[in-house]
């Protein structure tokens, strides 16, 4: 937890330095931007990538919109070769306290959804394991923050990190048809971006 509190204050006051030096010009940058996540990781769903589109929704371009689904891939809690796949959905509302500019920095708020399938192994007695297949779910809520270089009017990249409760954490059991709350958890998500403005 130490950790993720010294990246987020390192994000803050990176953005907060890149924006303060900014030279004030607005620049022709376009209210749309799709986003590609060539890399990802969030709690659960382990490492993968991920897509989104961002709307900026006024004309100061202080306020974002962003919809964002991630890929995650993760071998946790087996000892095989098999990946387990978690998609989560992210929407969320972004606030650029500086507006648009070659350097931005945003907070924002999201809620997530993850599903996905978990393989858990546990011992069986002797030398044998089992291996039980799940369906999971979780949702809450994430405190996120944003930085992004505009490299032109159209091309960017950028970093991202969130962090917050997970209220729901369920897993049902496929072969029994058992499910599982494993009851108040935390959420954290991080992730790097290739953009294209328009």
Known sequence: MKTIKIIAIGLLALGLSLNAKADGQDGDWGRDNIKFYPLNAFTYGGVGFG?????IVDKKGLIGIQLPVHLGLSSGYNSNSNYDATFM??????????????TTYALGTSLFMTSGKETRESWGGGPTTIMTNYNTFSTGIMINQYLQFNITENINLGFEFGAGPSYINTRKDVANNTTFSDGIDG????????????
């Open 89 to 102: 959905f992210n929407p969320g509302l972004k606030i650029y306290p500086w507006g648009q500019r070659k």
């Open 187 to 198: 959420m954290v998500l991080f992730g790097f971006h290739f953009g294209y403005r328009f």
């Open 51 to 55: 897509l989104s589109y961002e709307r």
